[in-house]
């Protein structure tokens, strides 16, 4: 569920949001898969498919680097 936070009383001009770039990060990431980025897939479940194994490859590749680090 996306919320859309509400800019604070009082405030003027540009007002930073707290986890904006791990959003924008994670969409920087999806860029360095090339099926993604190019949209080749005939069905929206294909495409949908796709970006959700990039994503279970981020966060793998992400658990992976924390368990390498450890030892």
Not at 14 to 42: C, G, H, P, Q
Request: charged share 25%; with cysteine.
């Amino acid at each position: 569920v996306f919320e859309c936070p509400s800019r604070p009383e009082g405030s003027k001009g540009f007002v930073v949001e707290a986890k904006r770039w791990v959003v924008e990060r994670s969409f920087a990431w999806m860029n360095f898969y090339r099926r993604i980025t190019k949209d080749l897939e005939r069905t929206i479940e294909n495409s949908a498919s796709f970006i959700l194994m990039a994503n279970i490859q981020m966060v793998l590749s992400s658990i992976q680097r924390n368990l390498d680090s450890n030892f």
